[in-house]
């Protein structure tokens, strides 16, 4: 197992936050449907903000992480720690308010949308419709429970969480998400286990 470069700051657990050695075995690798292979660094719920793993095993990945300035000093260090500030820029502020930008391959949205209802998730997703290049894809990582929600157990608790500490959030199913992936304008929806992970990845093509 892979341990983290000496120095890295590590956020407190919470249950949908794990450490870096837990990302690491949770980290999946998967072919979509267009046999684009991709490695992402699951469930940490900041994949976004840091792209750790992602850098690390690209060096010509390129990682602009959003969030709030607290947040991104915290990403920043362990940018720095990782050898990888080269390749890591900032965007202080709001996913709703700050510009993310155009003309990126990937869009990492890793535990965030189910803070949200759908036509707020739907705001989110053309934000990222349209900082993505042609072909592009968006990457959501959540607790995906079955469209019957009868399961798997950890998503369909993870709802009750969501009922019980948000205004509006829940924990969508892929019918869910593929609804609001097309409001937004992708296509291609899939549905990917992230094995030992409970999380999955919804992936969709812009």
């Not at 919470?14 to 046999?35: M, P, V």
């Not at 720690?81 to 993310?100: K, N």
């Not at 993870?158 to 609001?180: I, K, N, Q, W």
Request: one cysteine or more; aromatic letters at 8%.
């Amino acid at each position: 197992m892979p341990t983290a470069p000496a120095g890295l700051v590590e956020h407190p657990r919470d249950s949908i936050t794990l450490g870096w050695e837990d990302r690491l075995k949770g980290r999946a690798r998967r072919r979509t449907d267009g046999g684009v292979e991709f490695g992402t660094a699951l469930p940490r719920g900041t994949v976004l903000r840091e792209g750790d793993c992602l850098a690390l095993e690209n060096p010509r990945t390129e990682v602009v992480a959003l969030d709030w300035s607290n947040v991104l000093a915290v990403a920043r260090e362990n940018a720095e720690v990782a050898g990888v500030t080269a390749r890591f820029r900032t965007l202080p502020g709001s996913a709703f308010e700050v510009d993310w930008g155009t003309g990126y391959d990937l869009v990492l949205l890793p535990n965030f949308l189910h803070h949200f209802d759908e036509p707020t998730c739907v705001t989110i997703l053309r934000r990222a419709h349209a900082a993505l290049a042609p072909g592009g894809r968006v990457v959501i990582v959540e607790f995906v429970p079955d469209d019957d929600r009868h399961g798997p157990a950890d998503a369909v608790s993870f709802s009750l969480v969501m009922l019980a500490t948000t205004a509006a959030g829940d924990a969508y199913t892929f019918a869910e998400f593929r609804r609001m992936l097309a409001a937004a304008g992708f296509q291609d929806a899939t549905l990917v286990d992230l094995v030992p992970s409970p999380a999955r990845a919804v992936i969709a093509t812009r």
